[in-house]
Nanobody
Framework: QVQLVESGGGLVQAGGSLRLSCAAS????????MGWFRQAPGKDREFVAV????????YYADSVKGRFTISRDNPKSTAYLQMNSLKPEDTAVYYC?????????????????WGQGTQVTVSS
């Protein structure tokens, strides 16, 4: 079992930055791929970014590529999402997730553990 707790959300003006953290506890953090997803009101949850557990490979949604950076600190069992040049359309609840997939994937159903989410609101 893996427990995930997100933090770092808040209210920011368009063009600003936030860094989200996802602290994990439980089994060995380094073997898990760590993903970030988001869900805006009235919309489905969507993929944002993922980082591999073993090779650190990263993969981003087109909508955030070049603005967001995913990273991880395995000794601290923490994953991060650095969000720059934020836009109002980035407003959502952001969730981190952990999975033991063979390779990094944007598919929600392939993640086994989820955090409770943290709200990010970008004002125009």
């Amino acid at each position: 079992q893996v427990q995930l707790v997100e933090s770092g959300g808040g209210l920011v003006q368009a063009g600003g930055s936030l860094r989200l953290s996802c602290a994990a506890s439980g089994r060995t953090f380094s073997v898990y791929n760590m993903g970030w997803f988001r869900q805006a009101p009235g919309k489905d949850r969507e993929f944002v970014a993922v980082i591999g557990g073993i090779d650190g490979r990263t993969y981003y949604a087109d909508s955030v590529k070049g603005r967001f950076t995913i990273s991880r600190d395995n000794p601290k069992s923490t994953a991060y999402l650095q969000m720059n040049s934020l836009k109002p359309e980035d407003t959502a609840v952001y969730y981190c997730a952990a999975g033991r997939q063979v390779s990094v994937t944007p598919t929600l159903s392939e993640y086994d553990y989820w955090g409770q989410g943290t709200q990010v609101t970008v004002s125009s």
